[in-house]
Structure formats: structure tokens, C-alpha cells
């Protein structure tokens, strides 16, 4: 890929030049149509065996692993804080409150928050920071 990406900022532009393009349209054009088909031809390799590398992500918590995480201390009011959002945490079955735990915020594909303590989601968020009780029973 660092070879590829250094071909295109070494090789692509003097090819414009020297195709005499002068509008983005035209560039857009030559890229898509010319220099695109250009590295699978000349750098793919066929692969040693047919079936597909991919696996399956099993019991990964993807949902956990694909977005924006950052730390958080629970303040003594139960509340942690995401830019500008206040997160409420409710009273857990397993726990009466987390004040003073180190807890993670995940901010998801979809714009709704998670807030995690271990391996434990404890309370879902829309992405204004109102609790989802939809996914009340997924934080149990």
C-alpha cells in the first residue's frame, strides 16, 4: 500500500502533466478510467489458494472495537461527560454506583454512546446523551 500510495503522489501527477489535463473533471476522468486500471493489472498477484482469508469475527464485540472510545472518571453524581454531552449512569443490579470508576465512552457508527466498565456495557445514549431504554436490557 505505501508503495501504491507513493506512486500516486509520485507518478500520477507528471502523467497528468504529460497528458496535458487541465480541469479536475478531466483528472477525475483520466484516474478513473486510465491510471485505476493500471495498478490491478501490474500489482496484483494471484492468491496461493481460492477459498476466502476472511473469518468470521466469532463473539468479538465489534460494536465496542469500531468507534470513538475515550476514559472517563464517573464523578460523584454518577455522571460522566462526552464534549459536551452529561451522561447519567443508573444504579446497576451488579454495582449501586461506579462514582470515581474509570469507565470508557464509546461513540458508535450510528451516533448512539455506550458507556462500558470492564467488560460490561452499563447504560446506552442517544447521540444528544438521552438514555436509550431500548437498550436497557443490553446493559443487564
Not at 477525475?28 to 493489472?41: D, G, S, T, V
Amino acid at each position: 500500500m505505501e508503495r501504491f500510495f507513493g506512486t500516486w503522489q509520485g507518478r500520477l501527477p507528471r502523467e497528468i502533466e504529460a497528458a496535458g489535463i487541465k480541469t479536475l473533471e478531466a483528472a477525475n476522468k483520466y484516474i478513473r478510467m486510465k491510471f485505476l486500471p493500471w495498478p490491478n493489472r501490474t500489482l496484483s498477484v494471484k492468491p496461493k489458494e481460492e477459498e476466502s482469508a476472511f473469518v468470521p469475527a466469532g463473539g468479538a464485540d465489534l460494536e465496542g472495537i469500531l468507534c470513538v472510545q475515550g476514559d472517563r472518571i464517573v464523578g460523584n453524581d454518577n455522571t460522566v461527560h462526552w464534549g459536551r454531552k452529561k451522561l447519567q449512569i443508573l444504579p446497576q443490579s451488579w454495582r449501586s454506583g461506579l462514582a470515581k470508576c474509570r469507565v470508557r465512552v464509546c461513540e458508535h457508527l450510528d451516533g448512539n454512546l455506550s458507556v462500558r466498565y470492564g467488560h460490561r456495557i452499563v447504560d446506552w445514549y442517544d447521540s444528544e446523551g438521552k438514555l436509550l431504554e431500548l437498550y436497557k436490557t443490553k446493559a443487564a
